[in-house]
C-alpha cells in the first residue's frame, strides 16, 4: 500500500468514526485533528486499535505521542515506520 493510498485510508476512517454526517473536506494531510477537537484521548485509543488491526502495528512496542496522531500526514509517518515489511 501506497502512503497516498494509507492516507486516503486513515482519512476516511477518521471521516467515519470521528465526523459522522460532517463536512470532511477540511481534512487534509495537515490538518490538526487535535487542536480542533476533532480526536480526543478516546479516539486516540481507537485509531492505535485500527491501526493494530488494519497495519499490523505493535502498539506494546511502540514510543509514540499525542503528536503522533496530530494530522494525516503525521499518522502516516508513524505508521510507515513502524509496520512490518510485508504489510
Sequence with gaps: MSSTEMAD???AYVAA???AGEDASDLTGDYDLI???V???LGL???LSH?????RLPVDELDFTPDDFRTIDSMVALILEH???TV
Design 83 to 85: 509496520r512490518p515489511a
Design 35 to 37: 487542536e480542533s477537537g
Design 51 to 55: 491501526f493494530t488491526e488494519t497495519y
Design 45 to 47: 485509543v481507537r485509531l
Design 39 to 41: 480526536l480526543h484521548s
Design 17 to 19: 468514526e470521528f465526523l
Design 9 to 11: 485510508e486513515v482519512r
